[in-house]
């Protein structure tokens, strides 16, 4: 999408375009959306207070953020707020504002790029503040650090023939990045198809180990299951070129049910299944009912590895080399 067409979309999504400035009459509801003075994001806040703060902002529950806010028709608060500004508390919930500089700017650029697909004329909002999009949470969460890679790389977006690219990232890909079409389906993307990643060894997630009780899987199984009789061992299935489990068996009584990796990932908890980078599952020496699952990496392990970044950041990699290695064939520039 070509900026100006994000920006005619934008239009039609209620996205704040640039504006003069107004003040309302006193009998005027203000609609933050057509005065702001650049296009700006409309995030979900959610149910709570939120009161214009002196000296511009305002607080919602208590914390601080940029821009303004309205509220749609069930009362949610939703805050507008100037892409850059929003960027500044994203970058540092994103990644450690203590990483080297050159890391923060290429996190600065995929959480840029990330906004460009998520806004949408069908929603009274274009994103959450959350991990289902991106951390966001306002003044509070900011950094001199963050703040000053997002000016550093100020309107730089990521791409692939001259489009957005799928800017997506993950905490620490374990030694080898995920193939968009093997982790989400979809027709394969050329900067998407995984690459070995040697540089984040340092993650405390690089290598892991988790106890698992067979009652707690049957119980999160139970519907697959069902006719099979009481889990007896979970064994790895195949796997796909980046190492991670497509399918896991669930061994019962009576036969076997097979789920799907993201399935198994899902219904145990992506805190205790970290990602679906699987070598292991045994029974444990300790427990009768216990297994031990042994893995590596947290998340879904597609496009840039966080912790990849920093160690490449560490070694003198500019953010281009950082995005260019995680995302081959794309380039970094202004539309």
Not at 11 to 22: D, W
Not at 143 to 163: E, F, N, P
Request: aromatic letters at 8%.
């Amino acid at each position: 999408m070509r900026r100006a067409a994000f920006l005619a979309g934008a239009a039609i999504a209620g996205l704040a375009l640039p504006a003069r400035a107004q003040t309302p009459a006193a009998d005027e509801e203000y609609d933050p959306a057509t005065t702001a003075q650049s296009p700006s994001l409309r995030v979900l806040l959610g149910s709570g207070e939120a009161v214009a703060a002196a000296g511009g902002g305002f607080t919602f529950n208590g914390r601080r953020y940029r821009g303004t806010f309205t509220r749609t028709t069930d009362g949610s608060v939703v805050n507008l707020v100037s892409l850059e500004e929003y960027l500044y508390s994203v970058v540092p919930r994103e990644m450690s504002p203590s990483w080297p500089e050159s890391a923060l700017q290429a996190q600065a650029v995929c959480a840029r790029t990330y906004v460009l697909s998520r806004s949408s004329p069908r929603r009274a909002y274009d994103l959450v503040p959350s991990e289902a999009d991106q951390v966001y949470g306002g003044v509070a969460t900011e950094s001199a650090s963050g703040r000053s890679a997002v000016d550093a790389t100020a309107g730089l977006l990521l791409q692939y023939q001259g489009r957005p690219a799928q800017a997506v990232y993950s905490s620490c890909c374990g030694g080898h990045t995920e193939a968009s079409s093997d982790a989400w389906g979809g027709a394969p993307l050329a900067y998407l198809e995984g690459v070995p990643c040697p540089h984040c060894m340092a993650s405390p997630q690089y290598r892991w180990s988790v106890e698992l009780q067979r009652a707690s899987i049957e119980q999160a199984f139970s519907a697959a299951l069902a006719s099979y009789g009481s889990l007896q061992d979970v064994l790895c299935g195949p796997a796909d070129a980046s190492g991670r489990l497509r399918t896991i068996e669930l061994r019962a009584e009576r036969g076997s049910a097979f789920v799907k990796g993201s399935a198994f990932r899902s219904g145990l908890g992506s805190r205790v299944v970290r990602s679906l980078l699987i070598t292991k599952i045994e029974r444990s020496s300790s427990s009768n009912d216990g297994l031990v699952m042994e893995g590596g990496g947290l998340g879904h392990g597609v496009g840039l590895c966080q912790w990849g970044a920093r160690g490449m950041g560490l070694e003198g990699a500019t953010s281009s080399d950082i995005l260019n290695f995680y995302f081959p064939g794309t380039t970094v520039g202004h539309e």
